[in-house]
T-cell receptor, first 114, second 115 residues
Framework: DSGVTQTPKHLITATGQRVTLRCSPR?????VYWYQQSLDQGLQFLIQ???????AKGNILERFSAQQFPDLHSELNLSSLELGDSALYFC?????????????FGPGTRLTVL | AQKVTQAQTEISVVEKEDVTLDCVYE???????LFWYKQPPSGELVFLIR??????QNEISGRYSWNFQKSTSSFNFTITASQVVDSAVYFC????????????FGSGTQLTVLP
């Protein structure tokens, strides 16, 4: 158990809908990362937050947004969902958000868009 | 831009055989960090090891060992006396000390250990 929690574990929804994925980092970690794992794209970085502020952005679509709250949990919002958004979404956390940090991953949320 | 290549898509071995998973990386940073993660069939990503670019000492942890060679930009992972429980997808990843603090992953190697 990495100490990172993600809810829900599974999510099934329809095209055009909006969903919210939630992540709680390990105790003491200030930085949260979101990654998407799909069959065609592999594991891709989406976005990073550090202590409530956006730190880095990767290949995140405009339909996707995220935030980190004062209690350090984070939410990833996916809207106008398309079939191609079906994937495993991971949250990871690290102590300080530096490249040297080890990122510990949550169990993931498997999103299926029908 | 940084890049990680895992050329072996799938490897199949029989239990107790040794197996080496290859990882080649590209980066312009002089300070960077290399990682291996394991993804068992249950789906979670489990951290195995982190290596700093300035520390080329090889590491051994039980049946696992890692060979880091800056001269060839490689960070290979060997499992000795493989077991069925080692069956998983293994990912090599890179982060940099500069602006790219996120992990860049390779495409993964599916290891199947047969009884």
């Amino acid at each position: 158990d990495s100490g990172v929690t993600q809810t829900p574990k599974h999510l099934i929804t329809a095209t055009g809908q909006r969903v919210t994925l939630r992540c709680s980092p390990r105790s003491g970690d200030l930085s949260v990362y979101w990654y998407q794992q799909s069959l065609d794209q592999g594991l891709q970085f989406l976005i990073q937050y550090y202590n409530g502020e956006e730190r880095a952005k990767g290949n995140i679509l405009e339909r996707f947004s995220a935030q980190q709250f004062p209690d350090l949990h984070s939410e990833l919002n996916l809207s106008s969902l398309e079939l191609g958004d079906s994937a495993l979404y991971f949250c990871a956390s690290s102590a300080s958000g530096r490249g040297a940090d080890t990122q510990y991953f949550g169990p993931g949320t498997r999103l299926t868009v029908l | 831009a940084q890049k990680v290549t895992q050329a072996q898509t799938e490897i199949s071995v029989v239990e107790k055989e040794d197996v080496t998973l290859d990882c080649v990386y590209e980066t312009r940073d002089t300070t960077y960090y290399l990682f291996w993660y394991k993804q068992p069939p249950s789906g979670e990503l489990v951290f195995l090891i982190r290596r700093n670019s300035f520390d080329e000492q090889n590491e051994i942890s039980g049946r696992y060992s890692w060979n880091f060679q800056k001269s060839t930009s490689s960070f290979n992972f060997t499992i000795t006396a493989s077991q069925v429980v080692d069956s998983a997808v293994y990912f090599c990843a890179l982060s940099e000390a500069g602006s790219a603090r996120q992990l860049t992953f390779g495409s993964g190697t599916q290891l199947t250990v047969l009884p």
